[in-house]
């Protein structure tokens, strides 16, 4: 999964956000952010956007981790909901391939936030399309 | 449209992203930001994720401009299409509220990049629902 | 779940497409229909309509399990991912509620297709928002 | 556009449904049917599954009509919104494409309902991802 490390890494904004790659395996990512006050929207919870950038990562990547040698992955669209207001010490996103492609790969992500006793709340969740280009 | 200044100045993260709200009337929203490295995905275009934070910020305000005072807005979810690569000076998310509601509004955002010869081209469009909140 | 039976028969068009509830139980909903040249589209396949008012309608009354008598359930919007064509004799879909609310219930359905041999194959999912309204 | 007609005419469904070709040239497309009992949701109004058949086939036929000869459209994905109650005598989902593609056309469409007087209410809203194939 090194060339998942190395295209995570080359995106400027997962290093402004603070962004982890906290797990890559073959079809599955997962981006963690601890909280910070960079990181939220007007009432102090994570941002719509930084759950959906993380989301959007975590799909992204399971989907490279399963294109062949050379490939780049783009994002073609996406759709997040948000279950419920995301408060809490840290945000995790959990991607997974539901149908990997040669042009398309069909992705999810559920994005939890963990409270400072350690419960996860699912928060938010996104269906996504991927497409690997040359 | 002091309230919708008020809360978006209140987001850490439009600070933290360089985000500025260039125009606010009633039902209307423009968000834009400058080209910069921490914006970046892993192919130097602004980051899908950037795009989308501009274009939640574009349709939520653009709905809390109808709502009565002392509502606050969330994203119910939206759906965001990836058009073009998004390479470009600027980039500017433009909001419209489809159809306002007592609980739910209905939003649109179209993004835009500018070159560095004044052309715009569509590279992203949103599908959005917001709530008020009370 | 009476309730749910007597709605699901009240759709004139669950009717038309010859529908058939096939499970409800709180927070959960199966609905199939054997395959037919009336629910074809253009190549012979299902048509990506009928397995959207199939999947629409197994998160609507998953939901609907959930409200409080009185209540009716809308749909607010839903998006679709088309995973692999849909070829075979039964389409499934199984709705479940994500997260409950009084306002606003976040649903999701995934769609199979059976072949002659009985083997099931996921064709495509949905990620929906449905509300109670009194 | 002998080829969207002959496209459109070969759907099992739209003929099951009633549903007509009103318009069709390149990138645009206009899908219509008249009320009818069997188009019914719980509450008598167009089902949604109605006004998403007809979004989409206008979504897929707009984006037909720009693609080479001797190519299909499938639907990869796509979002609708239900913005109002669909109650009136006719339901009309207009379709143009927002960005056409080598292997991916972005389409959108607009669902109108027509009441006795004539006036027109915009009812749901669509955002699609078309794909052509061999």
């Known amino acids: 999964m090194l060339r998942v490390e190395a295209r995570f890494a080359a995106q400027g904004l997962a290093t402004h956000l603070g962004l982890r790659l906290a797990q890559s395996e073959p079809g599955h990512c997962v981006i963690e952010v ?5 990181l939220t929207q ?3 919870y994570f941002h719509a956007g930084v759950l959906t950038t993380m989301a959007d990562n975590a799909c992204g990547f399971a989907a490279l981790s399963l294109m062949p040698e050379g490939q780049e992955v783009l994002s073609v669209e996406f759709k997040m909901s948000f279950l419920r207001p995301a408060a809490g010490m840290l945000a995790r996103a959990t991607g997974r391939v539901l149908k990997p492609g040669k042009t398309l ?3 999810a992500a ?6 400072e006793l350690g419960r996860e ?3 938010a969740t996104m269906l996504a399309t991927m497409m690997g280009v040359a």
């Open 42 to 44: 007007h009432v102090g």
């Open 121 to 123: 709340v699912l928060v």
């Open 105 to 107: 790969s069909f992705c």
């Open 34 to 38: 601890p909280f910070g006050a960079h």
């Open 110 to 115: 559920d994005v939890h936030v963990v409270d």
